[in-house]
């Protein structure tokens, strides 16, 4: 499959690039092609397993309420479980089943566009749901500087100096906060509410605007402004006449891309956006509730369990999410077997992607490649940090974490070979350093196993 070959290297030539985030910790560990891409899936002795992971659940830092599956990635059997089907808090792990969905609807090489328009007067800055629109040149592939520049130009073509601007972030029900953030989140700029127009501005300030949208949209004034054009009100929100004539688009980059960096950073805003951005191309509603049940529904069309996830948001920060670890064991089970779809919800809204040649084939690999490998990329860099840690390059997670939980839901290679899927959720976490200990602990008797069955 040659999408698995272009992410994989894709994902080699971040590594490569890794070791400039600390220079003061050991080289960051390479992962071998069989972890990345395993070809061939081999059956798992489960007995072998049981005695490597030993008593595990007593170890520091658990509760009784700890939930854990491991399953053989050959065929999908559970070969140790704890409470596999207890709901608990994920945190964001939660962003696997959102990267899910979004990867199951939104073709992986389209790009989002970003558009501005022209009419009667007024310029109108068209959001698309791009979770990484910067702000100015170096910020991201698409920004508000740029676009402001190439707007302006084609203005000038047409002798027009003057404008009037609008922002239209109609596609997405506007200024969603989903109904149990804490107020930190929006304080400490961990999300902000939830637009089609959000600028993500590493020189924001640290309190999430009010209001994303008309602070993109008074940024893309200033830039008008500097590129030649007089700004004559200020900036209102409006919805674009169908009569307006396009003057500059911008492209993102590809959807697989962005899923994988999503993972990779745990970004909350942009997995919000990236959902609300599959719920419009897939249906009309965009709230929050919507957009769940569209979580639910797509994830369900893949053989994974509906009645085992309760959302709220799509993220991960809500903490009255609730999914089984043997739900996140089974994602990236699902996704290695190469599994196929039934009644998945059609994508009917694509005017604001690329359209890439070809056939759509819903493609779940990014959510793979998007796993960041422990103590190489990612949320996973600070995990396996110790010498004797073996799991560490044969060891690739999604994290989450929040007060009091702690979870993480990825693959594991056995010492001979065997791929294994796996996904921990601890709950009631007092001590999250020796809980991190112990379930690197797991990760290390798992990946130190000789657990083919010969």
Known sequence: MFKRVVFAGFLVSLISLAPLQAASVEPLIEISDEVLTPSILKKIDSRALENAIGNWQNSPGLKRETTLVVMDASDGEVVYELNPTKLQTPASVTKLFTAVTVASL????????????????????VGAGDPQFGARKGDGPVTLEELAKLAAAS????????????IDDSIFEAL???????????????????????????????QAPLDPSLVTGEKFAGFLRVAGISVT???????????????????????????EDTLYTSNNQDTEILARLAARVAQDETDTRSTMQLIYQTNASWGIESDEILLNDASGLSRTNAISALNAANVSRIILSSSE??????????????QPPGAFTPDLWPVMTGLPPARSLGTMYK?????????????????????????????????????ITFAIMANQADGRTSTRRSIDQLMNSIANCECVLK
């Not at 939104?106 to 800055?125: H, N, W």
């Not at 203005?155 to 609008?166: E, G, H, P, W």
């Not at 110790?386 to 997670?397: E, I, L, M, N, P």
Request: proline fraction near 6%; aromatic fraction near 4%; charge should be positive.
């Open 106 to 125: 939104l073709d992986p090489d389209a790009q989002i566009i970003t558009r501005v328009k022209y009419s009667e007067g007024t310029v109108f800055l």
């Open 155 to 166: 203005l000038k073509k047409q002798n027009i100096t003057s404008a009037r601007v609008a």
């Open 176 to 206: 969603q906060v989903p109904k149990d953030w804490l107020p930190s989140y929006l304080a400490n700029s961990e999300a902000h509410p939830i637009t089609a127009l959000n600028l993500d501005d590493p020189k924001a300030p640290r």
């Open 233 to 259: 009100n200020r900036v209102e929100r409006k919805v674009t006449p169908a009569t307006a004539s396009e003057i500059a688009q911008m492209k993102s980059k590809s959807v697989a891309q962005i899923i």
């Open 341 to 354: 779809p039934t009644d998945l919800p059609i994508a009917k809204n694509k005017i604001y992607l690329t």
């Open 383 to 419: 995990r396996l940090a110790q010498s004797d840690d073996v799991a560490k390059g044969v060891t690739r997670a999604k994290t989450g974490t929040l007060r009091q939980v702690i979870g993480l839901a990825g693959t594991i290679q056995t010492k001979d070979g065997g791929m």
